[in-house]
């Protein structure tokens, strides 16, 4: 019997302010990156609270999920890895006095031109396609995502 495939799923917040996006910079793998805030989402825990969590934990800001931006499959050949990428976008309700996750260096306040400006920088594909789709207008209401059971 072979192997049960099994994507990472993730969880990432598009977060506009006046034109701007915020985005951090991460070191992962030895490389610093541009991300927007995002993250896996843990066992037992649903996909808004994961969103609400990794936004925190990556930029103490407390987040409210208001729409689905979209549902991206991306492959990382160099690690054989697909993820599953729910983003979303929605509001800042506040800022908290916390510590950051290790791995972020910085948070910047990037216009679209700057973000496009910093592709190479960029941890995924997704942090373009993702921009672009929600600049685009694409937002899902979040009653499309189905109920918890169990």
């Known amino acids: 019997m072979s192997e049960i495939w099994r994507p990472s799923v993730t ?3 598009v977060i ?3 034109g701007r996006f915020l985005l951090v910079e991460e070191r992962i793998d030895g490389r610093i990156v541009l991300n927007q805030p995002a993250g896996h989402l843990d066992r037992g825990e649903s996909l808004l609270a994961a969103c609400r969590r990794e936004v925190l934990e990556e930029t103490a800001h407390r987040f409210e999920p208001t729409g689905l931006v979209g549902i991206y499959r991306w ?3 160099a690690r054989d890895v697909t993820f599953l990428r729910f ?5 800042i309700k506040g800022l908290e006095d916390r510590a950051l996750d290790r791995e972020i260096v910085a948070l910047h306040w990037l216009t679209e ?3 496009k400006s910093r592709q190479d920088e960029h941890r995924s594909p997704l942090v373009q396609k993702c921009l672009l789709d929600f600049l685009a207008g694409r937002r899902f209401p979040l009653d499309v995502l189905s109920r918890e059971y169990g």
Not at 87 to 91: I, R
């Open 87 to 91: 983003c979303f976008s929605g509001e």
């Open 113 to 115: 031109a700057e973000v």
């Open 75 to 77: 492959h990382y050949a």
């Open 16 to 18: 506009e302010r006046g």
């Open 11 to 13: 969880v990432a917040a």
